[in-house]
């Protein structure tokens, strides 16, 4: 009889452990969100902020560069703290650290604080992000369950800026810009109830952190990301940004000779010369390139060269994070245990790459219909299937130990990406119209089309980089389908 209770029972055990794993999902991937949104929505807030904090132009920037310079110097040393201190643990004062932090920005009666709190949401987000990803790969270990999940994923972070877009837009017009970051704490909250469903770990606390190689991750990322955000206003040839860069690579290179001879690196070095994950993030990085940076120039010509509201806007970016919804959650969640990841990957790049070049035929007379909205689904669907398995095989094989700092590469490569491609596109953009103005005269009238004729320039440099790095990735990426 107690035999007979024993095998009803084991059933129902691997049932109600495969429900939590589904719940898990939600809450990992709503703090994912979060960390997603904060990158676009306060970008629509930027201007309302500006003017009510009294900010100049010449500062305005810092409210943007502060989140991306601590969350992108700070993402290496999160994800080794992750794995010392527990991924449980560390997602969870990554989540209400970010949450403190957003509220604090909420309510700022300054600048000053503004920048403060937005300095924290990056150093507590560069936390979260790579707690989140690596809880993801130890509780999704069957093949088919971690397509699906990492579908979601995946669609979560290539479509999470564009989301961020719409609901900055909402929030921003209806109630005010100060509820761009307030909106992250309820959001922390719900999120924070994983802590019933999430797997627990003890970390490995007795292990030694690797302090130099921290000093030199994070003062060379920093320098890296900081030169980007710096090419913007300053231009990629100036003294200032090619110091940073050059400075940046110097400090990294130093880095990867530090962690060949340590004994207990941050990076240990077998995370990225494996040739799998150096892959993912390699796709990550790329297509976060073209994806912020697209984001960015789209936002513009659409609110200034078409005149469309800040919810206009963020309504006309629906089709685009429909689409990633659809590719990422509908279609690569299903051939993702059937098909090597470049099989993906490859034609993802080159989808997204035929929508970035059919925004070149825009200028300020083309409608939504037959401009906007068709390169969006094309740029949705490519970077569905482009993100769901490089999220997924950015921690393939890795071991427990390391599960913390390989997902921390990929977020790293995720926010270096999106920095260069914002800084990058920015800057081939802002030079095509100055060229367009010098050569037509500075007439006023002019300035829109001048403006669009930068924006089509900066959407055909991101088209090319997309449809190289797909051939370049074709060929690295040699990894066979998965095993059933």
Request: contains cysteine.
């Amino acid at each position: 009889m107690e035999q007979r209770s024993a095998d009803v029972s084991e059933p129902r055990a691997v049932e109600e452990r495969g429900r939590r794993r589904w719940v898990a999902l939600v809450f990992i991937c709503l703090a994912q969100l979060m960390i997603v949104l904060d990158a676009t929505i306060v970008n629509i807030a930027l201007p309302s902020a500006q003017r009510d904090l009294g900010v100049s132009d010449a500062d305005r920037q810092w409210i943007i560069t502060a989140y991306t310079l601590a969350f992108g110097g700070l993402l290496l040393l999160g994800g080794r703290i992750a794995d010392h201190a527990g991924r449980r643990r560390a997602f969870l004062v990554g989540l209400f650290g970010f949450a403190g932090a957003s509220a604090l920005g909420g309510a700022a009666p300054g600048f000053g604080v503004l920048l403060a709190a937005r300095a924290c949401q990056g150093a507590f987000g560069a936390l979260l992000a790579p707690a989140a990803l690596s809880l993801l790969a130890v509780t999704f270990t069957r093949p088919d369950e971690r397509a699906r999940a990492f579908g979601v994923f995946g669609a979560i972070a290539a479509g999470g800026g564009a989301i961020g877009l719409i609901l900055g837009g909402l929030l921003t017009e209806y109630l005010d810009w100060r509820w761009c970051l307030y909106v992250n704490v309820p959001i922390a909250v719900l999120s924070a109830f994983g802590w019933y469903v999430l797997p627990a770990d003890r970390g490995s606390a007795r292990a030694r952190l690797d302090v130099p190689g921290a000093v030199l991750a994070v003062c060379g990322l920093v320098a890296f990301v900081y030169g980007c955000s710096r090419a913007e206003t300053d231009g990629w040839g100036s003294g200032p940004v090619v110091g940073l860069l050059a400075g940046g690579v110097v400090l990294l290179a130093v880095f990867a000779v530090v962690e060949s001879r340590v004994a207990h690196p941050l990076l240990p070095l077998r995370v990225v010369w494996d040739r799998t994950r150096g892959s993912a993030y390699f796709g990550v990085a790329v297509a976060m390139i073209a994806m912020f940076g697209t984001l960015l120039l789209l936002t513009y010509h659409l609110q200034v060269v078409e005149g469309y509201s800040p919810v206009r806007t963020g309504v006309a970016f629906l089709p685009l994070t429909a689409a990633v919804l659809v590719s990422a959650g509908g279609v690569a969640s299903r051939l993702l245990p059937r098909v090597p990841p470049r099989a993906l990957m490859a034609p993802g790049l080159l989808l997204a790459a035929a929508g970035l070049a059919w925004l070149v035929r825009l200028d300020a007379g083309t409608s939504y219909a037959s401009g906007v909205l068709p390169a969006q689904i094309l740029v949705g669907l490519g970077m569905g299937v482009v993100m769901a398995p490089a999220m997924n095989y950015a921690t393939h094989e890795v071991g427990a130990r390391d599960s913390g700092v390989a997902s921390a590469t990929a977020n790293t490569a995720q926010q270096v990406g999106g920095s260069i491609g914002v800084a990058l596109l920015n800057t081939i953009a802002t030079s095509a119209t100055s060229g367009y103005l010098r050569a037509h005269g500075r007439d006023p009238r002019l300035l829109t089309a001048g403006l669009a004729h930068g924006f089509t320039h900066g959407f055909l440099a991101a088209a090319v980089i997309l449809a190289v790095s797909a051939v370049i990735l074709a060929v690295l990426m040699n990894t066979p389908r998965p095993k059933a």
